[in-house]
T-cell receptor, first 115, second 112 residues
Framework: EPEVTQTPSHQVTQMGQEVILRCVPI?????FYWYRQILGQKVEFLVS????????KSEIFDDQFSVERPDGSNFTLKIRSTKLEDSAMYFC?????????????FGNGTRLTVT | GDSVTQMEGPVTLSEEAFLTINCTYT??????LFWYVQYPGEGLQLLLK?????DKGSNKGFEATYRKETTSFHLEKGSVQVSDSAVYFC???????????FGKGTTLSVSS
């Protein structure tokens, strides 16, 4: 069964550094998402992406964050200048249609640790 | 804003016990409701969903009924197995239908 793959599985970075988290969504899916889960807290929506543009974003997704689909297969999340509070598990997801009509398929996550 | 509240875990059960994980929600409009499951080392997977009031979602012996009057979507299973040990997330779709709002997750541990 096709799956969403995320790399790396664990990323350690220093505060103030830029990080790029990578995802390869399922190939025929049209909607792409990033979520994050700070340890012990809720899984939080960051951003959704459709037709090469952001379709929705949360308050968390400020100017430090950006997303890109550079080559038609990868979907990346960039954090420009990481803060300690960015430490979390970041999940990428994709779906064929919008949330109500098709399930989200999640990757296994990238654990980001900012020191 | 919209939100989901799940019972705090962990939930520890013996094999073949009855499971209930409570989930209540706050939302404007009529969201779709979901249960996702995360097995150790894996991503979240859709377990079941319900799109309107009184709908019952079911899968792998798990069930949940969309109760609009109590704004609840409790997950139940009549007889749990060790392989059901995982983290369970209740979620609803936001008004735009492009994002999911999750609860904190409930860890279930089943022993033989």
């Amino acid at each position: 069964e096709p799956e969403v793959t995320q790399t790396p599985s664990h990323q350690v970075t220093q505060m103030g550094q830029e990080v790029i988290l990578r995802c390869v969504p399922i190939s025929n899916h049209l909607y792409f998402y990033w979520y994050r889960q700070i340890l012990g807290q809720k899984v939080e929506f960051l951003v959704s992406f459709y037709n090469n543009e952001i379709s929705e974003k949360s308050e968390i997704f400020d100017d430090q964050f950006s997303v890109e689909r550079p080559d038609g297969s990868n979907f990346t999340l960039k954090i420009r200048s990481t803060k300690l509070e960015d430490s979390a598990m970041y999940f990428c997801a994709s779906s064929g249609w919008g949330t109500d009509n098709s399930p989200l398929h999640f990757g296994n996550g990238t654990r980001l640790t900012v020191t | 804003g919209d939100s989901v509240t799940q019972m705090e875990g962990p939930v520890t059960l013996s094999e073949e016990a009855f499971l209930t994980i409570n989930c209540t929600y706050t939302a404007t409009g009529y969201p779709s409701l979901f249960w996702y499951v995360q097995y150790p080392g894996e991503g979240l997977q859709l377990l079941l969903k319900a799109t309107k009031a009184d709908d019952k979602g079911s899968n792998k012996g798990f069930e949940a009924t969309y109760r609009k009057e109590t704004t609840s979507f409790h997950l139940e299973k009549g007889s749990v197995q060790v392989s059901d040990s995982a983290v369970y997330f209740c979620a609803l779709s936001d008004q735009a239908g492009t994002a999911l709002i999750f609860g904190k997750g409930t860890t279930l541990s089943v022993s033989s």
